[in-house]
Structure formats: C-alpha cells, structure tokens
C-alpha cells in the first residue's frame, strides 16, 4: 500500500509504514512541505494512488461528500482524550514533583 501522511502526524510513521512494507511520504516530501493545501494533498494522494493518513476533519469531509481524497485513514483523537480523562489525577500527582511526565497507552512515567 502507499500512503501520504499528513502535517499533523509524525514523520515517523512514514519510518513505520516502510518497516511492514508499505510505501509512505510525509507531507514535509511535498514540494510546498507543511504548507502544502488540502487540494494539493489530496491531488498528489489521487495522482499517485496514496492513502491520505490524517487527523484533520477537513478530509473526512471532503472524503463524504466528494471524495477526494479518493482513500483516507482518518486518527482519532478519541483514544488521547480517554487517557488524559483517565490519568489526569496521576498527571497531576506526578507534576508535584517532576518536571516531564510520559503518557503512552501502558504507562504513565515521571522524570
């Protein structure tokens, strides 16, 4: 599969899709890099058969009603908001006396 990830994701998730064998340009690749335009996206994705990997709600709108881009993967912010919700007693404990705190989907670190 070939993907064409968006500005809002990491670069290194390009790094990832390559390691399953998948092909995968960041935005930043595109000749106006993060000031590349939702049209210019989806025209390179559609031209070059990518699948846009996003978060922004502007191409899953446009997806719906004109398809375009022709494939998306749209993240959600849903799984964020419910670890925050959930640990912010924790977050909050570990700011009293660290200055960094890591919150992945296992562990919650103070630094």
């Known amino acids: 599969m ?16 390559v390691k399953l064998d998948n092909e995968a340009i960041h935005v930043l690749q595109l000749a106006n890099e993060d000031r590349s335009t939702d049209k210019e996206i989806q025209n ?6 990518h699948i846009v990997i996003t978060k922004d709600s502007n191409f899953y709108h446009s997806h719906m009603t ?6 998306l993967l749209l993240i959600s912010n849903k799984v964020l908001f419910e670890l925050v919700h959930t640990n912010m007693a924790k977050i909050e404990n570990l700011f ?3 200055d960094l705190v890591e919150l992945s989907n296992n562990e919650i670190v103070g630094h």
């Not at 390179?44 to 058969?49: N, Q």
């Open 2 to 17: 070939k993907f064409l990830v968006d500005a809002q994701l990491p670069s290194a998730l390009c790094n990832i899709l």
């Open 96 to 98: 009293k006396t660290c």
């Open 66 to 71: 004109i398809q375009a881009p022709r494939k």
């Open 44 to 49: 390179v994705a559609d031209s070059e058969d």
